[in-house]
């Protein structure tokens, strides 16, 4: 466990959170190193050496900086990015551009240029138009790049509606029509500028229930023995996606194994009945890798106590560095991290301090009686899509990020400064 508690305190990967809180400031962004790898870890026995020809590409999305991005090289990983920008942070940190695989629904001209430059491991085509594209480019630059095709295999996984990604009606993902599909692989196939190697399919996020994955992976399946009845082609590389579930509060977290195994053996029977060998398999987890190695640490400021109705208790972030429970009504759970061994008797509400209503971090938390303005208040589990969507929003500065690891700790992002807030601010000459 990276959390503990010591003499009433709260420690995080072994470093004392109200020594954090001291030395960096709050709000603040902490990552547990220790975490992260032993996610990685967990994913090299239970997936790359069980299978051998598997690889994991860490859906950097969730959590993007320089200092990630060197771990991921170091753990030896793979990364899928879906912007131009995460292409040239990943870059800047010097990840090797082979082991960059590039998603999303629409690929701006000039990343595929940038993708194509460096020389990036695969581009996830998504869409009808992007072939096409791509072939433009590659033609210019003389080059050739790996592709597989994201499809929509039109299986509804139960998760929140924004975070459901493998239905039909879904702007991911090429649909399985068969005047649609068929004719987009053979194009593939037959390209010149392309090496087409196989099918990739994402079903949606934060699942505890392998159904959506299996379901879908049937579907694909039968999409690759067909490519290979019409075509002669053999898909070579099969990309599951990531999406497997996390604990934020009371939820049961799955071991990757659980949805592994099952998907493996489907994959297994299905190339044995095709007389072919098995293809290379990729995940791509995102919240799964960095969700549970995140705390937010907040210092607690004004109290309101509405007698009968609700007890507001605000710290001094908010949506701005934590957007997800406004944005789909994640849930979280926090304690008072210097008063973390003292009974929690007091139902509160903890809000952010900007101008909205919803934001709120959590309804209904259990604090000690007695908790107080300058208390520090740690929300768990804030790892994914915490700092990755964070905003200026009121003109609130992002929070710095500091990487823990045994009782060490590093700034691996600075706290943004107001200056950092209006630098590319400009006022024209008539208004000066
Ligand atoms: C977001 C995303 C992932 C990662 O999903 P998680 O739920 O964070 O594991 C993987 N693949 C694609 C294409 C994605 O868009």
């Given at each position: ?132 594209l791509i072939e433009k480019i590659c033609a210019q630059k003389g080059k050739k790049v790996k ?194 061994d003292v009974k929690v008797s007091d139902k509160v509400t903890i809000c952010g301090k900007c101008?909205?209503?919803?934001d709120i971090l959590i309804r209904d938390c259990l604090i000690p009686e007695g908790t107080e ?60």
């Amino acid at each position: 466990m990276v959390q503990e508690i010591k003499n009433g305190v709260l420690y995080f990967d072994g470093c004392n959170t109200v020594e954090l809180a001291k030395k960096y400031k709050t709000p603040l962004y902490v990552m547990s190193e220790t975490d992260i790898v032993s996610r990685f870890r967990e994913l090299n026995e239970c997936f790359v050496k069980k299978y051998g020809n598997a690889r994991v590409a860490y859906a950097s999305k969730a959590f993007c900086t320089l200092a990630m991005y060197k771990i991921c090289e170091r753990e030896g990983t793979c990364i899928d990015v879906v912007s131009g920008g995460e292409l040239y942070t990943a870059i800047k940190a010097g990840f090797p551009a082979e082991r960059i695989e590039f998603n999303g629904n629409n690929k701006l001209p000039s990343e595929i240029e940038d993708a194509v430059d460096y020389g990036i491991g695969r581009i996830i085509i998504d869409g009808l138009q992007e072939l096409s594209l791509i072939e433009k480019i590659c033609a210019q630059k003389g080059k050739k790049v790996k592709v597989l095709y994201r499809v929509t295999p039109g299986v509804a996984a139960d998760s929140h509606d924004y975070i459901v990604t493998g239905k039909k009606d879904s702007k991911f993902g090429i649909p399985l029509d068969e005047d649609v599909f068929y004719p987009e692989v053979e194009r593939a196939i037959k390209s010149e500028y392309v090496d087409f190697l196989g099918l990739h399919f994402h079903v949606g996020s934060q699942l505890f229930d392998n159904s959506a994955h299996l379901q879908a992976l049937d579907i694909i399946l039968e999409h690759v023995k067909e490519i290979k009845r019409r075509f002669g082609f053999v898909c070579t590389e099969l990309n599951l996606g990531g999406g497997f579930g996390v604990k934020y509060t009371n939820e049961e977290r799955k071991p990757y194994s659980y949805f592994i195994d099952p998907m493996m053996a489907k994959i297994k029977a299905a190339y044995e009945e095709m007389g072919e060998p098995m293809p290379a398999a990729v995940i791509e987890p995102g919240r799964s890798i960095v969700a549970e190695a995140g705390m937010n640490l907040y210092t607690i400021g004004s109290i309101k106590d509405i007698k009968g109705v609700r007890k507001y208790v605000s710290i001094d972030g908010g949506m701005t560095d934590n957007i997800r429970p406004a944005l789909y009504s994640a849930k979280y759970e926090g304690v008072v991290a210097n008063k973390a061994d003292v009974k929690v008797s007091d139902k509160v509400t903890i809000c952010g301090k900007c101008c909205e209503s919803g934001d709120i971090l959590i309804r209904d938390c259990l604090i000690p009686e007695g908790t107080e303005a300058g208390d520090l208040f740690a929300i768990f589990s804030t790892g994914a899509y915490g700092y990755a969507m964070a905003s200026n929003y009121n003109n609130n500065p992002i929070p710095a990020v500091v990487l823990v690891k045994d009782g060490e700790s590093n700034l691996i992002v600075k706290h943004q400064s107001y200056e950092d807030i209006i630098h590319n601010n400009l006022i024209p000459d008539y208004l000066k």
